[in-house]
């Protein structure tokens, strides 16, 4: 017969110094750990946008446009950002609110008063006339154009903002804080609570 096996006993701490050491520690989180896991956070979201925002003007012909005078107020106020998606001039109808490009000058977005064909041009190109909701008038001349864009939705405002965040100074600024918060957070530093190290018996230094 053989005899029947016995289980080990778990070995238990016998002093204090040992109870110490099997103790499991868990660090604290300091509070500037926590506002560096934050700022990376929102720093992830804002690429995570800006990436979303590249690939849209890419493929979808999206962009953002400032507003820096009061022309289409109250519609679109000055300081407001406005997206606009590119279409085709043929799909251009009164009323709507377009940016047109003109040689040589800045950009133009007003609202659409009239289109018509383009006498004896391309069949896709329009001549529109465009008026900004502020202004009594409409524009000096007729715009002849293939391609516009129309304005989707605008956020009164955050003009300045986004001015301000493409200036060296504010672009230099981020650079340098961001260098500091990854440098703070993932500097090497000891965990509290953690047992100093013992010496092997009869090692001397």
Not at 131 to 157: H, M, Q, W
Not at 164 to 191: D, S
Request: glycine share 8%.
């Amino acid at each position: 017969m053989t005899s029947p096996t016995t289980m080990p006993k778990p070995t238990t701490p016998t002093t204090r110094a040992e109870a110490r050491t099997a103790r499991v520690v868990t660090p604290r989180r300091r509070p500037l750990s926590r506002v560096g896991d934050a700022m990376l956070g929102l720093a992830a979201t804002a690429g995570a946008l800006c990436i979303v925002l590249a690939i849209a003007a890419a493929v979808f012909d999206v962009r953002v446009t400032l507003f820096s005078t009061g022309s289409m107020s109250p519609t679109i106020p000055a300081g407001a950002a406005a997206v606009a998606r590119g279409i085709p001039a043929s799909e251009v109808r009164v009323g709507d609110v377009v940016t047109v490009d003109r040689a040589g000058k800045l950009p133009i977005t007003h609202r659409v008063t009239s289109v018509a064909a383009v006498p004896a041009g391309d069949p896709e190109a329009r001549r529109i006339t465009m008026r900004g909701d502020a202004n009594a008038v409409e524009d000096p001349f007729p715009y002849d154009v293939e391609r516009v864009r129309i304005v989707l939705f605008s956020i009164p405002g955050i003009a300045p903002l986004i001015a301000g965040a493409g200036t060296p100074p504010v672009m230099v600024g981020v650079t340098l804080a961001a260098t500091v918060l990854v440098v703070a957070i993932f500097w090497p530093r000891r965990e509290r609570g953690r047992p100093p190290r013992r010496r092997a018996p009869g090692r001397r230094p």
